[in-house]
């Protein structure tokens, strides 16, 4: 089946600590995203590749770091600049340079502890 | 003002009632537009997919668009209990984003 997977479902963060989400795709898309997803605002753009070994700063890109280093692999490390990390992350994809669509992942929830 | 505009709700009605849902955009721009389902803790999955202008329909699922008023619409017939969820839509002028709404959030009562 192709899809987007995420890992793991729950995270929890300590204090001070660096933590890594993990998206994977295999439908061969060319472009990946982060997004922040909080009750009643929606989804705020973290960070964004349409190739390997680049990616842009999207709305709130502060407190967090990307790689992406393989097409299939879009890691979000989410740093311990950043105070208030609480929340569902999403990642998506979408293929050619339209980009007329994405599809997301499962998301990962992500607590501090 | 936000790129995109979107209802939060709740809306809640009945089983088997026709639901409306829509969302205002600004940017003349957009091309593309997509409305997505989301149940709780989990990820947005793509219901309807509509590019430029007119209509879709899929099953139970109709998406308008209408780009002289700059609004976006889908319509959900025969609605049932499973279709309690939050209704995003999300539009794209094939640049590099997606601009998403807030959501809706929708309860059919049995």
């Known amino acids: 089946d192709g899809g987007i997977t995420q890992s793991p479902k729950y995270l929890f963060r300590k204090e001070g600590q660096n933590v890594t989400l993990s998206c994977e795709q295999n439908?061969?898309?060319?472009?990946m995203y982060w997004y922040r997803q909080d009750p009643g605002q929606g989804l705020r753009l973290i960070y964004y590749s349409q190739i390997v070994n680049d990616f842009q700063k999207g709305d709130i890109a502060e407190g967090y770091s990307v790689s992406r280093e393989k097409k299939e692999s879009f890691p979000l490390t989410v740093t311990s600049a950043q105070k208030n990390p609480t929340a569902f992350y999403l990642c998506a994809s979408s293929r050619g340079k339209t980009q007329e669509t994405q599809y997301f992942g499962p998301g990962t929830r992500l607590l501090v502890l | 003002q936000k790129e995109v505009e979107q209802d939060p709700g709740p809306l809640s009605v009945p089983e088997g009632a026709i639901v409306s849902l829509n969302c205002t955009y600004s940017?003349?721009?957009?091309?593309?537009f997509m409305w997505y389902r989301q149940y709780s803790r989990k990820g947005p999955e793509l219901l309807m997919y509509t590019y430029s202008s007119g209509n879709k329909e899929d099953g139970r699922f109709t998406a308008q668009v209408d780009k002289s008023s700059k609004y976006i619409s889908l319509f959900i017939r025969d609605s049932q209990p499973s279709d309690s969820a939050t209704y995003l839509c999300a539009m794209s002028d094939t640049g590099n984003q997606f601009y998403f709404g807030t959501g809706t959030s929708l309860t059919v009562i049995p």
């Open positions: 940017n003349s721009a957009f091309q593309y």
């Open positions: 439908l061969n898309h060319d472009a």
